[in-house]
């Protein structure tokens, strides 16, 4: 992001001194906001695809919790089992453990703010593929004024967005095991 705005300062400093040509405007917008657009749909896309598989394989394992005690409850009754059983067992702790693991799928993701960070590329995404229309691929077809303009609002949303992603992390530190 630094070198993008610096990229934008030599193209605000080329409009003040001279009048800029078609190769520095193209590199800012393709470039720029091109990779950028290309960056946070590819990233987001990632992220809510992460998050619902996470959401998916932990709604399978509750499932499977309450399919297992149920299967569990009615093999029990037809072959009269009784708890010493070596099944009973093993099938209690099975019965336990699913909804643990679900239950830690869904704090994992929650932890890595998946859902947040999806919801989060994707309105910078949105924002990006606005400018890119906005912005022609000739620079001749506007005005030095609007360009600016556009640019100027995309490196204040890129300042903001580099702050709610620190802000993200900040409430969800991820720290490592203590061995």
Excluded at 35 to 57: C, I, N, P, S
């Amino acid at each position: 992001m630094k070198n993008c705005l610096r990229t934008l300062e030599l193209v605000d400093t080329a409009w003040t001194q001279s009048k800029v040509d078609q190769d520095r405007y193209a590199f800012a917008r393709n470039l720029w906001v091109g990779g950028q657009l290309d960056y946070f749909y590819r990233h987001g896309h990632r992220h809510e695809v992460t998050a619902e598989k996470l959401e998916l394989v932990s709604a399978i394992l509750l499932a499977a919790s309450v399919l297992a005690a149920f299967g569990f409850f009615c093999f029990s009754l037809a072959i009269d089992m009784k708890h010493e059983f070596f099944y009973v067992p093993a099938a209690i702790f099975v019965i336990g453990m699913l909804p643990g693991c679900a239950a830690a799928l869904v704090g994992f993701s929650e932890r890595l703010a998946r859902k947040a960070q999806a919801r989060h590329y994707d309105r910078m995404r949105a924002l990006y593929e606005r400018a890119y229309a906005v912005l022609p691929e000739q620079f001749a077809t506007i005005t030095p004024g609007r360009a600016r303009a556009v640019y100027a609002v995309l490196g204040r949303e890129a300042m903001k967005e580099h702050a709610e992603w620190v802000s993200i992390f900040r409430q969800r530190p991820i720290s490592l095991p203590q061995g």
